[in-house]
Nanobody, 127 residues
Framework: EVQLVESGGGLVQAGGSLRLSCAASGFIFDDYAIGWFRQAPGKEREGVACISNDDGMTNYADSVKGRFTIFSDNAKNTVYLQMNSLKPEDTAVYYC????????????????????WGQGTQVTVSS
């Protein structure tokens, strides 16, 4: 059974940093792509970043390029999202998702129907 557990959310001031973690179990980590998504109240879910663990390719939403970095520790079966220069508009519940259909990932991650999802972690950025 695929399990994804997010952690690392919290309250931070604008301009600050947070690192989110997505701990994965129940599947062959190296064969999967992992995406980070977020959803703010009253808004649609937005793809933030994605990494393919088989080749290390990454992709980002334009809104976070240059501020967020996604990376994997394959030995720990964990994907991280390093978030710097945070803005109030980054406030949302952040989710990680996993899928082994890596043919079009990470390029088309924002529209891809990821099979498995974590429960989410809240990130709040105060102005």
């Amino acid at each position: 059974e695929v399990q994804l557990v997010e952690s690392g959310g919290g309250l931070v001031q604008a301009g600050g940093s947070l690192r989110l973690s997505c701990a994965a179990s129940g599947f062959i980590f190296d064969d999967y792509a992992i995406g980070w998504f977020r959803q703010a109240p009253g808004k649609e879910r937005e793809g933030v970043a994605c990494i393919s663990n088989d080749d290390g390719m990454t992709n980002y939403a334009d809104s976070v390029k240059g501020r967020f970095t996604i990376f994997s520790d394959n030995a720990k079966n964990t994907v991280y999202l390093q978030m710097n220069s945070l803005k109030p508009e980054d406030t949302a519940v952040y989710y990680c998702a996993a899928d082994d259909r890596v043919g079009v990932l990470p390029l088309d991650f924002q529209w891809f129907p990821f099979a498995d999802w974590g429960q989410g972690t809240q990130v709040t950025v105060s102005s």
